[in-house]
């Protein structure tokens, strides 16, 4: 922790469902856990896109859902 500022890194075994990521994330004020998140940015998988990364930010008031690129579990091996 640095000037009260920390990280961290979520990881989990299933997909965020897409409406209930935007609810947690798309108003503000944030509740609960989320309270003192200022800053968010990576990548996320998605219930509704197996197969394709979706980037997120969130920086004050706007937070963005972008279509990135496929997963490489999702491209065949030969087209690596």
Do not use: C, D, M
């Amino acid at each position: 922790v640095e000037y009260g500022i920390s990280s961290f890194v979520y990881t989990a075994r299933r997909p965020f469902h897409p409406a209930r990521l935007h609810a947690a994330l798309g108003s503000r004020p944030l509740e609960g856990a989320l309270a003192g998140l200022l800053r968010l940015k990576g990548f996320a998988w998605l219930a509704t896109r197996n197969w394709q990364q979706a980037h997120t930010a969130l920086a004050g008031t706007q937070f963005t859902i972008a279509p990135g690129r496929p997963w490489w579990a999702a491209i065949p091996r030969g087209q690596w």
